[in-house]
C-alpha cells in the first residue's frame, strides 16, 4: 500500500517559512509584502480561489488588495487597471484569476503584467526564463508538486518521469522542472499512443489532464510515486482526482489524495513567489 502524501502538511510548512521571512523582512527592513488579485465576473470557482488567496496572504502577513470587477468590463478598462498595479509600489506581486470573460483576450492581459511582479508565472519572459532553468518564479502548480516529491525523499536525477497533460500552466512547466532535476520525462497528451505502456515504465507519474479517474492501478509501476493535480467535480458533488486512488494506491510507492494533495500546495507556492518578488524589487 501506497504511503499518502499529505498536501496540508508541507503546504503549511511553506507557508511557514514564508510567514517567518516575511516577518523577519518587515521587522529588520521595513519591507511590506503585498498582492493585488484581480476577479472579472461571477465564476463561483474563481471566486472560491480568490478568497482562498486572501485568506494565504494574511496568514503569511502579507497585504492583500483585492479587485472584484464586473462581468461586463473591457478590455480596455483591465488593462488600465494592470498598468496601474504595475506602477503601484505597494504592490509586489499581480494575479489576475483566470479565466477571464470570454470577450477579453487572456494573453493580452497576462503580456500587459510586469514580468518581475508576474507571481503566476505566466509571462512570456517568465515561460522563456523557466525554460533555460534561469527562474525568478517557479509556476505554482509544479512547484508544488516538485515540494511534493521532494517531501517523500525520491532523488529525480536519472529517474524515468511521465508528466500526462501538455498545458501552458501545468504539464509543460512541469516536464521543464523535472528536466532541469535531471529525470528523463516524456509529455503525453490526447494523441499520444501506447498511453499504458509509456505510464508503466514512469517512475515517477505526474497526472494533468482534467478527466477522473483516467490513471488506474493497472497503468502504474509498482514502487512508482504518483502525483494527482485533477479536481475534478463528480455528478454527487465530490470532488475526485484524475487518478482512480483505490487501485492506484496499491501499487504505487507513494501517492497524492485529492482533495489534499497538490490543491493545498498552490496558493502557499504564490506566497512564496509573492515574497521572493517583493525582495528582488528591495534589491535583497
Ligand atoms: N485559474 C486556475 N488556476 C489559476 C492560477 O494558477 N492562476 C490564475 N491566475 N488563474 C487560475
Same mark, same amino acid.
Given at each position: ?122 509571462? @512570456?519572459?517568465? /515561460? $522563456?526564463?523557466?525554460? =533555460? ?7 505554482? *502548480?509544479? #512547484? ?114 485529492? @482533495?489534499?494533495? /497538490? $490543491?493545498?500546495?498552490? =496558493? ?7 515574497? *521572493?518578488? #517583493? ?6
Amino acid at each position: 500500500m501506497a504511503q499518502i502524501i499529505n498536501g496540508k502538511e508541507v503546504s503549511a510548512s511553506v507557508r511557514k517559512a514564508v510567514a517567518e521571512e516575511t516577518a523577519q523582512l518587515r521587522d529588520s527592513r521595513g519591507l511590506k509584502v503585498g498582492l493585488a488579485v484581480v476577479i472579472v465576473g461571477n465564476n463561483p470557482a474563481s471566486r472560491v480561489y480568490v478568497n482562498n488567496k486572501k485568506k494565504a496572504c494574511e496568514e503569511v502577513g502579507f497585504q492583500s488588495f483585492e479587485y472584484a470587477l464586473d462581468e461586463n468590463t473591457t478590455e480596455e478598462q483591465l488593462l488600465d487597471l494592470v498598468n496601474v498595479l504595475n506602477r503601484d509600489v505597494r504592490v509586489n506581486g499581480i494575479l489576475v484569476q483566470l479565466p477571464l470573460p470570454k470577450h477579453i483576450n487572456e494573453t493580452a492581459i497576462i503580456n500587459a503584467i510586469s514580468p518581475e511582479k508576474d507571481v503566476d508565472a505566466f509571462h @512570456p519572459v517568465n /515561460v $522563456g526564463k523557466i525554460m =533555460i532553468g534561469d527562474y525568478s518564479f517557479l509556476p505554482c *502548480t509544479p #512547484a508544488g508538486v516538485m515540494e511534493l516529491i521532494a517531501s517523500t525523499g525520491t532523488e529525480i536525477s536519472g529517474k524515468t518521469c511521465v508528466v500526462i497533460g501538455r498545458s501552458n500552466i501545468v504539464g509543460k512547466p512541469m516536464a521543464m522542472l523535472l528536466l532541469h532535476k535531471s529525470g528523463t520525462v516524456t509529455i503525453c497528451h490526447s494523441k499520444t499512443q501506447n498511453l499504458k505502456e509509456i505510464c508503466q515504465r514512469a517512475d515517477i507519474l505526474v497526472v494533468a489532464v482534467g478527466r477522473a479517474n483516467f490513471v488506474t492501478g493497472d497503468m502504474i509501476k509498482p514502487g512508482a510515486v504518483v502525483i494527482d493535480v485533477g479536481m475534478n467535480r463528480l455528478e454527487n458533488g465530490k470532488l475526485c482526482g484524475d487518478v482512480e486512488f483505490e487501485s492506484a494506491e496499491k501499487v504505487a510507492s507513494y501517492i497524492t489524495p485529492v @482533495p489534499g494533495g /497538490v $490543491g493545498p500546495m498552490t =496558493i502557499s507556492m504564490l506566497m512564496r513567489n509573492t515574497l *521572493t518578488a #517583493a525582495k528582488q524589487q528591495a534589491g535583497i
